[in-house]
């Protein structure tokens, strides 16, 4: 279970192998249940959204704070890294912000 918790997060975040031996030896050193898992990892997550360094998971272009692609022509720029490309691709509007509690950031 926790690797699959760690394996989404890896690729939301664009974790090397390296960083997720770093993130794992952070978890275990703070001796934290393994239900807290997933709550360290969101932890985590969000710093990785607060870095002013992002690079957009799709296009490679920057990423706002609010985890926002800057390119307007990238399907990140009206959504957030964290959902997914198939999802972007396969889902409607409102099957997607269902799914990820997000709304789209520019009307259609």
């Known amino acids: 279970m926790s690797y699959h918790i760690l394996s989404k997060y890896a690729e939301r975040c664009g974790w090397t192998e390296e960083v997720q031996v770093d993130v794992l ?10 239900d807290a898992f997933e709550d360290f990892l969101k932890v985590k ?8 360094n992002l690079l957009c998971r799709k296009c490679g272009s920057n990423v706002d704070t609010k985890g926002y692609c800057v390119d307007e022509t990238c399907p990140y720029s009206d959504w957030p890294q964290e959902v997914e490309l198939d999802d972007l691709y396969r889902n409607s509007r409102d099957v997607i912000e269902k799914k990820y509690g997000v709304k789209k950031r520019r009307e259609e």
């Open 25 to 34: 030896c952070e978890y275990v050193s703070n001796q934290q249940s393994d």
């Open 45 to 52: 997550y969000e710093e990785y959204l607060a870095d002013d």
